[in-house]
T-cell receptor, first 117, second 109 residues
Framework: DAGVIQSPRHEVTEMGQEVTLRCKPI?????LFWYRQTMMRGLELLIY????????DSGMPEDRFSAKMPNASFSTLKIQPSEPRDSAVYFC???????????????FGPGTRLTVL | GENVEQHPSTLSVQEGDSAVIKCTYS??????FPWYKQELGKRPQLIID?????GEKKDQRIAVTLNKTAKHFSLHITETQPEDSAVYFC????????FGKGTMLLVSP
């Protein structure tokens, strides 16, 4: 397995523009997480999906952020409109929760470094 | 919700010394406690984890201890090497994880 795949790896955009980050979880995993990492706030959970359903979105900063998971192999995180304070590294992670192979371990993707000018 | 405190924020040791990083958590329902290592510009990677039904776990030079009564857990690295230099994160939870703020470990040759 190629692991969790994220695209793009780097994104530079101007304030006010729409940004879409993409994630492909590990095949067979049923849970997907979006995190944001900054020096000031550390690693923050934005949203958690289980079986493609959003379970916990309490970490989503505001209405400018939205996330979808249309199927088990794809998720997007969208920021519209983007602001300079959204600059961060965004990680996607996946895991298998429940069932005989359940072990909770979250596998992280390589991240998307977002810079909003 | 869960709150995880991690100390120290930075730790400098000489090669061959031991390093200890400590974390406390607040939610007694948490039952999974992983530790991640993140090198500069890389993704966090799991190095060891422990569950609430176990008090200690060891894997070669790294070990983790858990005290559920006191709600704290620790990472121990023995015989440190320069390649152990990185940021280490503790986390607590179950399906979702709350991460500590990280410890930057610097191992000097």
């Amino acid at each position: 397995d190629a692991g969790v795949i994220q695209s793009p790896r780097h994104e530079v955009t101007e304030m006010g523009q729409e940004v879409t980050l993409r994630c492909k979880p590990i095949s067979g995993h049923n849970s997907l997480f979006w995190y944001r990492q900054t020096m000031m706030r550390g690693l923050e959970l934005l949203i958690y999906f289980n079986n493609n359903v959003p379970i916990d979105d309490s970490g989503m900063p505001e209405d400018r952020f939205s996330a979808k998971m249309p199927n088990a192999s794809f998720s997007t995180l969208k920021i519209q409109p983007s602001e300079p304070r959204d600059s961060a590294v965004y990680f996607c992670a996946s895991s298998l929760i429940g069932g005989p192979l359940d072990n909770n371990e979250q596998f992280f993707g390589p991240g998307t470094r977002l810079t909003v000018l | 919700g869960e709150n995880v405190e991690q100390h120290p924020s930075t730790l400098s040791v000489q090669e061959g010394d031991s390093a200890v990083i400590k974390c406390t958590y607040s939610d007694s329902a948490s039952n999974y406690f992983p530790w991640y290592k993140q090198e500069l510009g890389k993704r966090p990677q799991l190095i060891i984890d422990i569950r609430s039904n176990v008090g200690e776990k060891k894997d070669q030079r790294i070990a983790v201890t858990l005290n559920k009564t006191a709600k704290h857990f620790s990472l121990h690295i023995t015989e440190t090497q320069p390649e152990d230099s990185a940021v280490y994160f503790c986390a607590a939870g179950y399906s979702t994880l709350t991460f500590g703020k990280g410890t930057m470990l610097l191992v000097s040759p």
